[in-house]
């Protein structure tokens, strides 16, 4: 039951076991001006989960707040910002995760440590280049060895996007499909 918090069902049996509480605690603090979950993700070694949530943080103006990516360490009863950042993805070749930012791809591990930049994120026009692509709607997907990932960017109003592969070993990013509706959600 979602209202509850976040719980898995054994596909065997039945049974269910709460992953994490609601309401959605940061360090010990409840969102006072709300948030949204986009995705859940497991690690392989580790008990927390990966949640990319759109956290409403305050800002200068009295009651107002701005939408913001977060990537967040779920545990049974609170949570802590892994990097600020959507789509973020769990490596299937171990603890690792992606997470694409408003200027670049970024890998980091579980316990925050070896983050590394492995792409920038494209211009939106070549006589542009400080103005990035939009990646407010940014999955990655990564290849079941762990050594390439899929992400994609906005490029109009209607959602389309440009999905770039990245070979993590050679940093090097190439556009495979440009202005399409498709959605890559997952890497067999």
Do not use: M
């Not at 898995?8 to 409840?30: C, E, H, M, W, Y």
């Not at 973020?88 to 997470?99: E, L, N, Y």
């Not at 994120?121 to 990655?140: C, G, L, N």
């Amino acid at each position: 039951e979602l209202s509850r918090g976040i719980v898995a069902v054994s596909t065997i049996d039945g049974r269910q076991r709460t992953l994490t509480n609601f309401p959605l605690r940061i360090n010990g603090k409840i969102p006072t001006n709300g948030w949204k979950l986009f995705s859940i993700d497991w690690f392989h070694q580790k008990p927390e989960l990966v949640v990319d949530a759109n956290i409403c943080v305050p800002i200068r103006d009295a009651g107002a707040c701005q939408e913001t990516h977060q990537t967040l360490l779920f545990s049974q009863d609170d949570s802590r910002v892994l990097a600020l950042g959507a789509g973020a993805a769990v490596s299937p070749a171990g603890d690792q995760v992606a997470v694409v930012t408003k200027g670049s791809v970024v890998v980091i591990d579980a316990d925050k440590s070896n983050r590394r930049r492995i792409t920038s994120i494209p211009p939106a026009a070549f006589w542009f280049p400080f103005v990035k692509e939009e990646t407010f709607w940014s999955k990655i997907v990564w290849s079941p060895r762990g050594d390439r990932l899929l992400f994609n960017t906005i490029i109009n109003e209607e959602f389309n996007s440009n999905l770039y592969l990245v070979d993590l070993k050679l940093g090097s990013r190439r556009r495979v499909l440009k202005n399409t509706s498709l959605q890559i959600i997952a890497w067999r």
